[in-house]
């Protein structure tokens, strides 16, 4: 089949639907638009209104009833509303609030490499610059100290032997929790093995503080169970000891009273003789 001619509609829409680029572009798209569409949705038909009053049939008719249920069931989870708690801290925790509008990370870059860098691709570094600027009020205060951090590690004068510092490894170093680079898709085959290490790492020591705090729970119920053992044989102790005692002032009781009987009964026998 002919190619298209340059300048034709067609070429201009021909796409390699293969390519790993387009790929994460079209499943970031379709990830994005889902979520927009249960965010209004439930902003509009759910949040803030009783319970009772949810409706129970799809708002929309691309959507069946009882997917609808399944979200509204979702939403009403005890899960689910703290995980939206924790998403809502996690924001407001966000020092480096990305300035892309509604387009994505991936979109974004697309629009860079066609209209600011033509002739030559753009670094990690002017991919955060583009990616974290406000059209209004530029970059935030955070954002200014990190492009600074970031210029000033790639400007570091390169040992001998070694290779100069890479944009990409200044970002790492200024930004070493950020997933920036990775929603860009400019982390680098080491950089994700050290990131899975890591996180390896950090469920390692997750399982092992679980572990550590059932090992301590395990023997908070061991001591209990070993108090609760001890109070009861305490008190088959005190009761045994009772026991005894009651025994012995029985014993004593019957004493007394043979004795009680043998004393009366000679002094009646001799009292009955003498008349």
Not at 51 to 57: C, D
Request: net charge positive.
């Amino acid at each position: 089949m002919p190619s298209p001619l340059r300048g034709s509609p067609e070429s201009q829409f021909t796409i390699n639907a293969d390519a790993d680029p387009v790929i994460a572009a079209f499943s970031d798209l379709l990830k994005n638009g889902q979520r927009q569409m249960r965010y209004r949705l439930k902003k509009k038909y759910f949040n803030g209104i009783p319970a009772n009053e949810v409706r129970t049939t799809s708002p929309l008719s691309s959507m069946t009833d009882n997917e609808w249920k399944q979200l509204v069931d979702m939403w009403s989870t005890p899960k689910h509303k703290e995980k939206c708690i924790k998403n809502k801290d996690s924001r407001e925790l966000v020092q480096y609030h990305q300035m892309t509008g509604s387009r994505s990370y991936v979109a974004q870059c697309y629009v860079m490499k066609q209209t600011k860098f033509k002739d030559v691709p753009p670094t990690a570094i002017d991919i955060f610059k583009d990616t974290h600027c406000s059209s209004k009020s530029g970059f935030n205060e955070n954002a200014k100290d990190a492009i600074a951090q970031m210029e000033a590690y790639v400007a570091q004068p390169t040992e001998e032997g070694k290779d100069p510092k890479t944009p990409v490894e200044a970002v790492a170093h200024v930004l070493p929790k950020s997933t920036f680079l990775r929603n860009v898709g400019m982390q680098s085959t080491e950089m994700k093995k050290n990131a899975k290490a890591a996180a390896m790492n950090d469920r390692v020591c997750e399982l092992e503080s679980e572990l550590h705090a059932e090992k301590m729970g395990s023997a908070g119920m061991q001591l209990q169970i070993a108090d609760l053992q001890k109070q009861l044989e305490d008190q088959k102790e005190a009761a045994r000891k009772n026991e005894e005692e009651t025994e012995k002032l029985r014993q004593q009781g019957s004493e007394i009273q043979s004795f009680l009987r043998s004393l009366f009964g000679s002094k009646f026998a001799s009292s009955d003789a003498q008349q």
